[in-house]
């Protein structure tokens, strides 16, 4: 063998093996920072969403406690103050405080009375939600373990999901046995979302159970979401 072509074998050789160490650095130390680094940066996304979210439940829940903790509401409930709707349940009033939905129950879960606005959306989708016909559903989930708990959480809907908070209704020193339940709500639009992912500083886009997963996130994890749409 040539000296020409010993150097050509060993030029050969040795670019090889610089490409299989780059390689085996890509695979074994870039690749795994990677990954790590994106997972800290989702998880960092996920607790903003979460803050935000939660900012907004408060404030559904500091509206709700206003009305629901409240001599003439619970009057109402029992029966003793009718002029209450007409006087106090003013329905943009209630929208500008961002509630889309508003209903009160007596303490077998019949409604007693409902006031809501928004576009169309909004208003079929409470009405899915909460049929004015039925009781209150989702008796479990709504129903306080305590007397001044405050449940809360997101109901999904063809119509898109719901933000909502219930309260027993009490007196104004927060007494009871409570004279039923109120219930406020936001539809979550859109719009909503987008806005939320502004505060958030990030994309945000709900997924529930029966919901179907997008093509571009099944692409980039065959098999991750089989069984998650049940």
Not at 56 to 78: G, P, Q
Not at 91 to 114: C, E, K, N, T
Not at 212 to 227: E, I, V
């Amino acid at each position: 063998m040539s000296l020409r072509i010993k150097a050509i074998v060993i030029i050969v050789a040795l670019v090889a093996l610089f490409l299989g160490l780059r390689l085996m650095v890509h695979l074994l130390v870039i690749m795994p920072s990677a990954e790590k680094l994106e997972l800290k940066a989702s998880q960092r996304d996920s607790e903003r969403v979460s803050a935000e979210l939660a900012k907004v439940t408060e404030a559904i829940s500091l509206t709700l406690t206003d009305y629901a903790y409240w001599d003439d509401a619970y009057n109402f409930a029992k029966g003793t103050n009718p002029t209450f709707q007409d006087e106090q349940i003013l329905p943009s009033a209630f929208q500008r405080m961002g509630i889309d939905f508003f209903a009160m129950y007596d303490h077998q879960g019949g409604m007693l009375l409902q006031s809501q606005g928004g576009d169309l959306p909004s208003q079929s989708a409470f009405a899915e939600a909460f049929p004015v016909d039925k009781k209150l559903p989702y008796g479990a989930l709504l129903i306080p373990e305590t007397l001044t708990e405050l449940p809360s959480g997101l109901l999904n809907t063809s119509h898109g999901p719901l933000l909502f908070c219930t309260a027993n209704i009490l007196t104004n020193d927060q007494t009871g046995p409570p004279a039923g339940r109120m219930l406020m709500a936001r539809h979550m639009s859109r719009q909503r979302w987008v806005e939320l992912g502004a505060l958030a500083q990030t994309t945000v886009r709900p997924y529930f159970p029966g919901t179907p997963y997008p093509a571009s996130l099944r692409a980039l994890a065959p098999g991750a979401y089989d069984g998650l749409e049940q």
